[in-house]
């Protein structure tokens, strides 16, 4: 299947670490972010296998559009977003508990979310500005804290669901949320979150990897004041705005993306448009429910096509 990942520019969907690059039998990565060397390039995505399972490029049905985005005859999530939050490793006395589940409950209904409506499958059903936390569980430390696979996040949503932690639904998103402490593979060196998608107990699973990359540069635009105090939090809350953004409007990894891969968050991965100063003095672009964030743009699939905040 093909991945995306955000991946941190170092040099850069993965963010280059500023981007996000798509590896073969991975999930999307979104790139590093602005302490790398091309702050905002995303990497051309290689992409894996197609949902019938052959490898190589995703099947391309669907024909250009005029707003730089590309419908190639995949799903989307038609139905809204169920998001589910798995807290890995040891999140005690962290206010993350609380800023993200804020983020993904503000996001439901909002002017920035419904960026996603301008985005159908093949029928014209659009994607709705829905999104609901559905359920959140923990799981410490159940495949060690050192170097995790992409295997080993599967494993860990599997597990949640095989054990009766969370639902098998087939209209949810896994979030995988590693604290600080744990280490995985790629995180902070080539990218700072990702989501795929792969069958689980009979059913199409999505999920997503984002890592706490604590006060750590690379994956953070704000690295010593954030808008809710916890520059780590603050963080995770633009790459997990990313992947639901993608993984919404191209869950089987072939649906909507552009000539060179990238999705619909990868287009504007490490750029926030107009922002303001919080009360701490760090910079906030958007009010969601009752905090503000600082989190990325996404693509408009309108108008020509361009990265905004709002529609």
Known sequence: MRASKV???ITGAALVLLGTVATAGAAPRETLSPSATAPGHVETPVRGRSSDGVPGQARVTGGATSNGITYHGGPVMNNGVDAYVIWYGNWAGNTATTIIPDLLTGLSGSK???????????????????VTLSGQTTDAYSQGKANLSDAQIQTIVSSAISGGKLPK??????????????????FLTSY???????????????????????????CNAQATTSPNG?????????????????????????????????ENADKCAWTFGTAYTVANGS?????????????????????????????
């Open 230 to 262: 916890n520059v780590g939090a603050d963080a995770m809350a633009s790459v997990i705005a990313h992947e639901l953004e993608e993984t919404s409007t191209d869950p089987a990894l072939n649906a909507w993306y552009d000539s060179r891969g990238y």
């Open 7 to 9: 991946i941190v520019s």
């Open 169 to 186: 639904d087939p209209n949810g998103v896994y979030f995988v949320l590693t604290s600080a402490d744990v280490t995985k593979s790629g």
């Open 112 to 130: 920035y979310n419904n960026i996603n409506t301008t985005y159908t499958d093949g029928s014209g059903r659009k994607v709705p500005n829905v």
């Open 283 to 311: 910079k906030a672009n958007v009010r969601l429910g009752a905090r503000d964030f600082y989190i990325q743009r996404n693509w408009l699939n309108a108008n020509g096509g361009l990265c905004t905040l709002t529609y």
């Open 192 to 218: 700072c979150g990702w989501h795929t998608h792969a069958t689980i107990g009979g059913t199409d699973v999505k999920y997503s990897f984002v890592g706490n990359p604590g006060a750590n540069a690379a």
